[in-house]
């Protein structure tokens, strides 16, 4: 079993001789970074390193101090021209928007507020040519009977559905807070259809199998945890190890 601290494990020298110089876009392999491993770095920077250590992508969860991404100078409708023109520049695309919306909230008022900052995320996923966007079911509200807690949250989600529908965009709940177990995230999928440590390189070698084509986002937790690895190594050892193990599953 691979964990995330072991992506570090590998020699720091490694490093230097594989990822100086820009990787064409054309050889590169669908993996991703999350921006939540990188919050002390600007747009340029996420961009020029991403590009450099050969990912296609990047998962936009927060840059600099901004967590709401439609409040990202950079972002700004007067400037999202210049921004994809400046991602297609580095041969990278958006892979997802991370919202912190949350969906449990039982109150009217608390509520809307968390649907009205999924609805400013889908507008600005579209404006970017971004496919995905993504909220938290997050947790189950004391004193609230499960049925009725996983029938309101599945009730938001069907909203943003509606909402993003036509726009090129699609709405995805993390596995996170209270619903990471697989029973819970499959109940809430039959209510919406009608119907630590991972295994990084078995999980990688599965989703090759069944056929996925999307990207291998790697998310490393620096904003919430500034004790872990600096992004410099971690996002740059990802992109070394994800590339090998995802090279040798597609020759199995």
Not at 21 to 34: D, K, M, N
Not at 151 to 173: C, M, N, P, S
Not at 193 to 199: C, D, I, N, R
Not at 238 to 243: D, L
Request: charged fraction near 25%.
């Amino acid at each position: 079993m691979t964990t995330r601290r072991e992506f570090l494990g590998t020699p720091a020298a490694l490093l230097v001789a594989r990822y100086t110089r820009l990787v064409s876009s054309q050889a590169r392999l669908p993996l991703g970074f999350s921006t939540l491993g990188c919050p002390q770095w600007s747009w340029s920077q996420i961009l020029d390193f991403a590009a450099a250590r050969g990912y296609a992508a990047v998962e936009l969860r927060g840059i600099l101090t901004n967590m709401d991404l439609t409040k990202v100078p950079e972002l700004a409708p007067e400037h999202i021209g210049d921004a994809k023109r400046q991602l297609a520049a580095h041969g990278l695309s958006v892979s997802c928007l991370g919202a912190s919306a949350q969906m449990h909230d039982m109150d009217p008022v608390k509520h809307a507020a968390q649907l009205d900052e999924a609805h400013r995320f889908i507008d600005l996923a579209q404006a970017l040519g971004a496919p995905y966007v993504r909220v938290f079911g997050n947790e189950y509200v004391k004193d609230v009977p499960r049925d009725e807690m996983l029938a309101h949250i599945a009730g938001a989600l069907h909203e943003l559905g509606d909402y993003a529908k036509g726009k090129g965009v699609e709405v995805i709940i993390e596995s996170h807070g209270d619903f990471t177990d697989s029973p819970s995230l499959l109940e809430l999928l039959r209510l919406l259809t009608g119907t630590g440590e991972v295994p990084v390189k078995r999980q990688i070698a599965a989703l090759v199998k069944i056929g996925y084509r999307g990207f291998y986002s790697f998310e490393w937790e620096k904003r919430w945890h500034p004790e872990i690895e600096e992004p410099e190594r971690a996002i740059a050892q990802f992109a070394e190890v994800a590339a090998r193990y995802l090279r040798e599953a597609r020759r199995e």
